[in-house]
């Protein structure tokens, strides 16, 4: 049996990845805790570890705030449908295409090419696409209730607005299920659906009883990602509605982006942040709890 | 390198015996003497340089009848080709080069957006042609919030990374109080960029965009100054002239007031014309957008209905009054005479609909004249008319008088940085390039930049090369707005006052939340923001920034007994 390094080696070999962890991650994220317990600005004229010190005074002050509660119900609202939404359809489009067919791999590759492109780019062509002669009223719903379709103006109304943003979404993001989705059920053992389809099991029960358990653990895991993920949403918010109408789409990053930005309130931005965090945090030790631990 | 930076070498300590004590007061006396003969000699050449162009004709007239020609020799005025402004930057910066304080070959840097690379690189071009011993380099920024940003990480890490930062007046407070913007008032006395005089930027706007509490602190590059801009075809239309008078029983005419831009909006929205590409033509549009532009609609009507931004002696909010219902009560009946992407769309929308022939009344920046008679894609090019910007009638001193002023949203100015390596050659590249010869030139070369000294609307040497850039019946109409022109919030936390502002105008229009809410949403969340920097800092600056609103405005203060 080889001999273990004695302690002083081991401390050292491990010396710069501690070095550069702590340089990247955590020194910052001090900060962070520290901007969050004083009152500072740039526009204070101090500099910020000279920056009077607040206690909580900035925590206490989200607590208040109105527009931040409504940004982060908003915001889990938002999560609470793409993710699903998301879900199900990859998960039916990779149940599709377990079947073999002629193109499946341009398919395959076209079904995830809205991954590969940048989320304002989307964010832009999904504006486009919901304006009231865009190609959404003007094709699609022109079909089905007429030249009526022409007066919707999407981005008016806060629920329309708050739907543009899920489809913008979900567009981009099905896909990331689909190809987690896809990999997962290509991998089920072809003997586990054969034996029971030799027991006479009908399609749905080979999905349900046997596809679908296997793969749970891959659909806890993309359920967390892409629930992370999705928690930050800005892009789209910030190019295809900027918040609007007045704050009723605002989503969390969007406005600690604007504490922040634009309006210099680093501080209150940090303890926000923190708040955030916090609560991802929580719901994140849960969720992996409750999806993955159970097994 | 070498630094402008005096060098912090500790002083020695003076203790002199009475034979030292002789020998240095006598040296003195003897420099003393040596320097006064020498600057008397020296004089005339220095008048001369400074003032030939100002003086020439009253020196021929008393050499002919007075006096032989002088045994001076005459003068060579270098650069004759520049305006003194330009040549005073020219003649400095060589100065600066000639005692060593800035290197041959130093790099000046410039933050900017994008959008003003032309005219940026049009003024280094001509700055190249003079002083090709100092470089000049742009740093170009995608959007305006990104040049907002880059310049607080520079106020807060102080890298010395830009000599220049080109801003939006509205972050002047902001960057003062972060202490990035250099006071350069001694620059300003020093070099002359001559802001009084025929040649001075338009009042008030040359004070409120480069002052910051009795200081100043930035050279203006731009005017931003809204106008009514309006379909003079349809105005003009003797058909529409007879139903409008039948309908409303007053002349159709180019609005003076508000009332009457919601009878005209109305008048022509009802008509369902059809645009050339087919849209509908509306009535009016004007900025409810919910990105940063709503403000600018409400506070030019608020403010010309005699309503005060902040109370004068208690910083108090005093936007939920009866003059901000009113804002809102004008706002809401144009509504259905604005195309409704008015509430939602950026603000780009307002110029793509009416280059279009999409809406008949609007208002926006002098770009967008720029665009109507210029774009190849404009079917008004002809027929577009620029006049002031509505007002408000108010009863002041028992007559009854349309207040009207003009919004100038942004307005870019330029800043040194406290950070610079070479602040005073810095501030030379300013003053160079803003001169009234060069800085004609450089607004002429591109759009982001508009006109701002007097001169450019009036001498017959520069009106010309304005009139063919812009037309000029704009000129003459811009010039009068800019005289009642208005400043943005120049306080600090400017962009966070006005984006509160903008949030709550475009709830209001959307529908979401009611004028009243609003109201007391922005007062209660203007008052935070006060609270936050500090309530006798933010009254200084107001106090400071209110003086300098255009007369119409403090007139109706002064009627309403909102200011002294």
Redesign the interface.
Known sequence: MPEKPPRPIKILSSLPLNLLLNGVLIIPFIIMIYLALVKW?????V??WNAPFGGVVNFQRALSDSRFIEALGRTALFVAIVVPLELLIGLLLAYILQKPFRGKRFVISLLIYPLMLPPVVVATVFYLFF???GPVNNIFLQYVIGPRALNI?W????TL?FITIIVADTWQWTPFMFLIMYSGLSAVPKRLIEAAEVLGASEWTIFWKVRLPLIKPLISVAVILRSLEAFKVFDYVYVM????????TESISLYIY?LA?????ISYAAAVSLIVLAIIFIVSYFAVKILVGRR | MGGEKASSEKPKKFDPDRRQFVITIGSAIVALGIGYALGYLTKPVERITTTVTKTVTQTVTQTVTAAPPSPTPTPVLEYPELSDVARRAVLGVKKLIADGVVPKGATLRILHVAGSKAQLEKAIELWSKYVPEIKVELITMGTEPDVYTKAMSEAVTKTGAYDIVTIFSTWLGDLVEAGLAKDITVYFSKYDPEYVGPNAPIEPLGSYTTLYKGKRYALTLDSDVFTLTYRKDLLNDPKYKEEFKATYGYDLKVPDTWEEVINIAEFFTNKKLTSPRGGRVWGAYFYVEPAFAAYISWTNIFLEAGGILFDLETMDPKVDSPEGRYAFDILLKLKPFMPPEAISAAWADLYDKYIHGESVLTAAWPSLTKMAISSPDSVVKEVTGTALMPGVKLEIGGKPTIIRASPNPVNWVGIVSNYSKYPEASYLFLQFMTAPDIGLEVILSGVILDLFRESWFKDPKYRPKAAAGYGAEFLDAYLESIKISYPDFIIRGGPEYASKLTTAVNAVMAGTMDPKTALSTVAAEWDSITKKYGRDAQLEAWRALAQLFPEPIKMAWKAKGYMK
């Not at chain 1, 600005?41 to 004229?45: A, E, N």
């Not at chain 1, 509605?241 to 009723?248: E, L, Q, R, V």
């Not at chain 1, 930005?261 to 309130?265: A, C």
Request: charged residues 10%; aromatic residues 16%.
């Open positions: 600005s740039p526009l204070v004229g500099n910020w304006q009231p002669y103006y981005f008016l109304d806060p607005a509605t900027g918040g609007g109408p007045g704050t009723s604007r930005i634009l309006y210099s309130d």
